[in-house]
């Protein structure tokens, strides 16, 4: 499992586009969840972005969806401000169900973007 915390903002004070940080992982199968998200752009399926991050959040598993749809979320996001996003082996597994994603030996990779995380090594380009 690895857990990734990555500043949401560049040394130059650009800032850092979710699909920067997807492109450094490889296309896959998993199964991916957002677990919260703060940010800016066009949501999903007609919602707002406010309606969307109440979906988001209003869940313990969070928005369940494929490597291919949070790729193109991530496209329609202007900017995320801090967001934590999930992946695990298979969508039924159990964190996947339950929320328990942090403690799940099924965790792949977390993703943790923080507006607020000083900026200590080069930023994703």
């Given at each position: ?46 919602m707002t972005m ?28 202007e900017q995320v ?17 339950n929320g328990e ?25």
């Amino acid at each position: 499992m690895s857990i990734v915390v990555i500043p949401m903002r560049k040394l130059s004070g650009g800032m850092v586009e979710l699909t920067q940080i997807l492109n450094a992982l490889p296309e896959n199968v998993w199964a991916w969840s957002i677990l919260e998200l703060g940010g800016t752009g066009t949501a999903p399926q007609g919602m707002t972005m406010q309606a969307f991050e109440d979906t988001v959040s209003s869940s313990e598993a969070g928005y369940l969806l494929s490597w291919r749809e949070l790729v193109n979320i991530a496209s329609d996001l202007e900017q995320v401000h801090d967001c934590r996003i999930a992946a695990a082996k298979c969508p039924h597994s159990s964190s996947s169900q339950n929320g328990e994603w942090d403690s799940s030996p099924e965790l792949l990779v977390m993703i943790k973007g923080c507006d607020s995380v000083p900026v200590l090594d080069p930023p994703v380009q």
